[in-house]
């Protein structure tokens, strides 16, 4: 299957401060990534949907103004959480989807724990 | 909306048997694509198998298979030959056909295998 990364796994940061998560397909070019947001014992909750070269598509209750969201490249698309507060922590997943050929297929990146303290 | 439904928040297996996980789901659309998801306790997200809702075959995937009642919508995992490595949360998951292409998740089934 195809591969996406994310980096940082893990970050701890100071209330008030922006943390960036970045989302990178690694073997493929993906037009549409999804960030998405898992509390502990939870399902995933879709956040935003990331299109390259356009502005992201928010899900009802997400705050655009929060949570900026970049497609800038078909490898790339980053998550920046600003002004961070301890409610914000969690652990962020993207997908990336793989639509060569007839598999449409989203592959996810392995989760971005964030703490915020 | 669409909406999936997992109504077995936890599951146990002996190890080398078979275990059925239960997924239904609801939608309008004729097109669409059902998948499970494995998440490990290292929280990665895998693609255990996925289905074409015009196939009426049921995908399979080694070990992995799946029972989809299109009329009943109804996606469940058979998991055969249990694996201490297959213990994970299951994620069941819908996909649109047309638009956005966004996956719908159910709540999960914890699935436990016992030595």
């Known amino acids: 299957g195809a591969v996406v990364s994310q980096h940082p796994s893990w970050v701890i940061c100071k209330s008030g401060t922006s943390v960036k998560i970045e989302c990178r397909s690694l073997d493929f070019q993906a037009t549409t990534m999804f960030w998405y947001r898992q509390f502990p014992k939870q399902s995933l909750m879709l956040m935003a949907t990331s299109n390259e070269g356009s502005k992201a598509t928010y899900e009802q209750g997400v705050e655009k103004d929060k949570f900026l969201i970049n497609h800038a490249s078909l490898t790339l698309s980053t998550l920046t959480v600003t002004s961070a507060h301890p409610e914000d922590s969690s652990f962020y997943i993207c997908?990336?989807?793989?639509?060569?050929?007839?598999?449409?297929?989203?592959?996810f990146g392995p989760g971005t724990r964030l703490t915020v303290l | 909306a669409q909406t999936v439904t997992q109504s077995q928040p936890e599951m146990s297996v002996q190890e080398a048997e078979t275990v059925t996980l239960s997924c239904t789901y609801d939608?309008?659309?004729?097109?669409?694509?059902l998948f499970w998801y494995k998440q490990p306790p290292s929280r990665q997200m895998i693609l255990v198998i996925r289905q074409e809702a015009y196939k009426q075959q049921n995908a399979t995937e080694n070990r992995f298979s799946v029972n989809f009642q299109k009329a009943a919508k109804s996606f469940s995992l058979k998991i055969s030959d249990s694996q201490l490595g297959d213990a994970a949360m299951y994620f069941c998951?819908?996909?649109?056909?047309?638009?956005?292409?966004?996956?719908?998740f159910g709540q999960g089934t914890r699935l436990t295998i016992n030595p």
């Open positions: 939608t309008s659309e004729s097109d669409y694509y």
């Open positions: 997908s990336a989807r793989d639509d060569r050929g007839v598999t449409d297929t989203q592959y």
């Open positions: 998951a819908y996909r649109s056909g047309q638009g956005a292409q966004k996956l719908v």
